[in-house]
């Protein structure tokens, strides 16, 4: 009987170090707090294990003959070994919260990703080709916007003005050179008295300067709302280029008074102050 006792202990035993060495391996693609409720889940199943060879050795002596005596002694282990199962099945079950844990680095690289602001350069020179200024307002810069507004407002202004000139000098021209001294397109354009005082071929040329003039300006001016549209193409395209660019602090320009020793051929070496600009990569 003692011998039957000593193997139903024994069984009992690999039982739960079988039960403990299939945790482990299921333990392996489980994350690390399912690998901790594993760990505490063997260290009750091996307390466990202890009190029931406690508990089979204290029945061995009280119950030792009699075979429904070892069948009572087997039903409690086998419902001890059970129990045993269930909790470690419920300790080592994975949570199903749905929410997924995500370490404090990568929320860390989220948010500073979401704060920072990385313009397309290809999107930028679009819409600057399309709106003007559309390329500093997608390029959040908007304090460019008065300086392009006002560059678009004067070259539009100074077109007005100097194709309107253009077109009285022009009129008026045409009808001196046609003989018509007293039509309204060249008395409006002349000082009063001014036919009086001056020839009439000086008049003409005067006129024809002036048609000249205007009509260069007027040039001038289509050529400098060309040049503020596509300097702000360019700008919009740059500043989108350039705006993830590091600017560290050893990137830097110094500039500082010197004291210079100047030496010349024929001279004697002379001490000069000066300014020194020193740059820094």
Not at 46 to 75: E, N, R, Y
Not at 196 to 221: A, F, H, I, N
Not at 241 to 267: C, H, Q, R, W, Y
């Amino acid at each position: 009987m003692p011998h039957k006792t000593y193997c139903l202990v024994i069984t009992t035993l690999l039982l739960c170090l079988m039960q403990a060495v299939d945790g482990l391996i299921h333990a392996q693609e489980r994350p690390r707090a399912a690998l901790k409720r594993e760990h505490a889940a063997q260290v009750e199943t091996a307390s466990d294990s202890a009190s029931l060879a406690l508990q089979a050795d204290t029945i061995a002596p009280v119950h030792a003959f009699g075979t429904g005596d070892s069948l009572v002694v087997t039903a409690q282990a086998d419902s001890i070994a059970a129990e045993n199962k269930r909790k470690l099945l419920e300790l080592t079950a994975v949570p199903t919260t749905g929410a997924t844990e995500m370490p404090a680095d990568t929320l860390l690289q989220s948010q500073l990703n979401r704060k920072m602001w990385v313009p397309n350069p290809t999107k930028a020179t679009w819409l600057a080709l399309v709106i003007p200024g559309g390329g500093q307002i997608y390029n959040r810069k908007y304090w460019k916007l008065p300086i392009f507004y006002g560059g678009f407002a004067g070259c539009a202004y100074a077109l007005t003005w100097n194709g309107k000139m253009y077109d009285d000098y022009f009129d008026a021209y045409r009808e001196a050179a046609n003989g018509n001294w007293n039509s309204s397109a060249v008395t409006d354009l002349l000082p009063p008295g001014y036919l009086d005082r001056v020839s009439q071929p000086q008049v003409l040329e005067t006129l024809r300067k002036g048609k000249d003039r205007y009509r260069r300006w007027r040039d001038m001016s289509i050529f400098a709302f060309a040049a503020v549209y596509l300097l702000s193409v360019v700008d919009a395209y740059v500043d989108a280029e350039l705006s993830n660019f590091d600017i560290t602090p050893d990137l830097s320009m110094k500039v500082e008074p010197a004291v210079m020793d100047v030496k010349m051929e024929g001279f004697s070496a002379k001490t000069s102050v000066g300014v020194q600009c020193s740059l820094c990569f």
